[in-house]
């Protein structure tokens, strides 16, 4: 049986393999993909090849690369220790883009009835966006900037709206993403506005309680910790593709700003009573917020491709990345 994997042979170099099924052992599980999510920010970084060679990104990004980390699908069998009763249930697991993947029973979450299967496959940019938000300590009541407007942009604006941040503002160069942004955030493009004017303009003076960098583009960072009040929150929700220099003193000692690192490993790898909030809980509040309607992703589904036009969709990406927010791969 054939197993039809996206691979990055090399930079800006996509292609279709068949490769191997993967054999079960222990309590792992089969299962058939059915959609899976493009990570636009981290498979697009790593496709591109543009990062410094001894960067984590670097380390991480080897060719040839199987992509991939939000796998929508059927449980069509198990491993020897693995719960039978799975079998036949729709299920989200960190799969790369394979027809065929397994993964540790434990390693994958059921994904509820009426949750559709598209909607489903943000989980894990939801629970990056969840953490993030966390991590920044947002309370009620305070303002929040949002740099970048992709698909953690657009989900952070959502979550911080939820978590009753006002106002939510959010900067971005194409007016195509920012017109899919709900209609109670501010939107911002700096091509056309003064962005610090304007956020003092939005918040009345005061500036923001925290802004989020979601761009990956290392070089705004410096203009945008230019948004944060004294003692303000700059939280790292991207992974931004290379070094910044920054004068501490003027961006750090001085106003006294927290800079918060926000990557998704942060999560605590269970629950406890301190921090209850690991992976698995944020995919669990995800699908809970879908269910009851507080969430709705679905305008953010722009692309909808079937498996042997991944290689030129990637190619359109890389020419531009603006274009396009939620590109889900077909695997039926």
């Known amino acids: 049986m054939k197993n039809p994997t996206v691979v990055f ?13 993967p054999q079960l052992k222990g309590d792992e599980v089969l299962i058939r993909t059915k959609r899976s999510l493009i990570s636009i920010g981290t498979e697009l970084t790593i496709l591109s090849g543009e990062f410094p060679p001894q960067s984590y990104w670097a380390n991480y990004g080897k060719y040839p690369f199987i992509p991939g ?10 491993g020897p220790d693995a719960d039978r009763s799975l079998i036949g249930k729709t299920v989200a697991s960190y799969s790369p883009h394979a027809m065929y993947v397994s993964a540790s029973q434990k390693d994958v979450m059921l994904v509820p009835q009426n949750v559709t299967e598209d909607e489903a496959s943000f989980f894990t940019i939801a629970e990056i966006v969840m953490n993030g ?17 992709g698909i953690l942009g657009q989900l952070t604006a959502r979550i911080c709206k939820i978590a009753g ?9 194409s007016d195509n ?44 960072i410096v203009e945008e910790l230019k948004c944060l009040r004294r003692l303000g929150r700059f939280v790292v929700l991207s992974s931004p593709r290379g070094p910044t220099y920054i004068d501490l003193h003027d961006y750090c000692n001085a106003p006294s700003f927290t800079i918060i690192g926000a990557h998704n490993m942060s999560h605590p790898p269970v629950e406890t009573l301190n921090n209850p909030w690991s992976r698995r809980r944020h995919v669990e509040l995800f699908f809970d917020m879908l269910q009851t309607r507080q969430l709705d992703v679905s305008r953010l589904v722009t692309h909808r491709v079937f498996l042997y036009d991944a290689p030129e969709t990637y190619k359109r990406l890389l020419e531009d990345r603006a274009s396009a927010l939620g590109t889900i791969i077909i695997w039926e």
């Open 9 to 21: 042979q090399k930079p800006k170099s996509v292609v279709i393999e068949d490769r191997e099924l």
């Open 69 to 78: 980390y939000n796998n929508i699908g059927m449980v069509i069998d198990v």
């Open 133 to 149: 938000v966390r991590r920044s300590q947002l309370s009620f009541g305070e303002s929040v900037v949002i740099y970048g407007a």
């Open 165 to 173: 941040a006002m106002p939510v503002i959010v900067v971005d160069v």
């Open 177 to 220: 993403r920012l017109e899919h942004l709900p209609d109670n955030v501010a939107k911002i493009n700096p091509l056309k506005q003064n962005v610090v004017s304007e956020v003092e303009r939005l918040t009345k003076g005061r500036m923001a309680d925290v802004v989020f960098e979601v761009t990956g583009n290392q070089n705004l």
